[in-house]
Each structure stands twice: as C-alpha cells, then as structure tokens.
C-alpha cells in the first residue's frame, strides 16, 4: 500500500462483501443513517461515493458541519488476529452533488438516487 493511501487493502477486500455502513453528523442536531458496503464507489483519489435519495437530516448536519464519521465492516474478512469479521473507522468531511460526471456515473449505477454524498476521507482505521 502507498504511503499516500489512506484506504487499506482490507478495506477494500471489506467493501466485496455485504454488510451496513452508519454514517453519523452533528450540526443542527446529531443524526445517524444507514446504508450498504454495496453502494460505496471508492475514487481513484480515494473519496468515497454514496447514492443519497434521502438523507435529508444527514444534508441538513453538513450544511452546518461537514464533518462525519462513517462505520462499515463484514464478518466475512478475517481482521486483527485472525479473529472473524473486521471493520473500520472513517473520519472525513462530507459533501453533496448533484450534477457532474460523478452525479451521472453514479445515477447509472443507481437510478434511485436524487444525489451523491460524498466523503473526502481524513482518517481510516481498522477497528477489528
């Protein structure tokens, strides 16, 4: 793994696998929202892509603080010791789209969206 990287190898192999990310904010009010390791589109700069067709209370915090915390992992990725199941912690700061090339490659993988979430990751730590 590059030095520059912040998303691990294992991180990754997590997001192969099904499993729920909570994604938190504070800003008008804390707020919690779920979604799956199945929707997360990692960049080649390593932003995370997210479809986002509600998340309104989530749009709401980051509008006041784009600051977030997003938690994945899955059972099925060996973590630390060998133990059954890993998963990590994301800090990063938060944004929306809702037009561009990244807007309309997300659409065509997921129709249902209204826009894109997008996660400027600061901080990755495997917690497993």
Do not use: C
Not at 50 to 73: D, H, M, S, W
Not at 119 to 127: G, H, S
Request: hydrophobic letters at 40%; aromatic letters at 10%; glycine letters at 8%.
């Amino acid at each position: 793994m590059s030095e520059n990287r912040k998303l691990s190898e294992k991180f990754h192999e997590v997001l192969k696998h099904e499993g729920v990310v909570s994604i938190v904010s504070w800003g008008v009010e804390p707020h919690v929202v779920n979604t799956w390791n199945s929707f997360l589109v990692i960049t080649e700069d390593e932003r995370i892509l997210i479809p986002a067709y509600g998340f309104r209370k989530t749009e709401k915090n980051v509008n006041v603080n784009n600051q977030v915390k997003l938690t994945l992992g899955t059972k099925e990725v060996l973590g630390h010791n060998n133990y059954q199941g890993t998963g990590f912690l994301i800090n990063g700061t938060a944004r929306y789209l809702a037009s561009g090339d990244e807007f309309d490659f997300m659409k065509e993988k997921f129709s249902f969206l209204t826009r894109v979430f997008e996660v400027t990751v600061d901080k990755a730590k495997q917690m497993l």
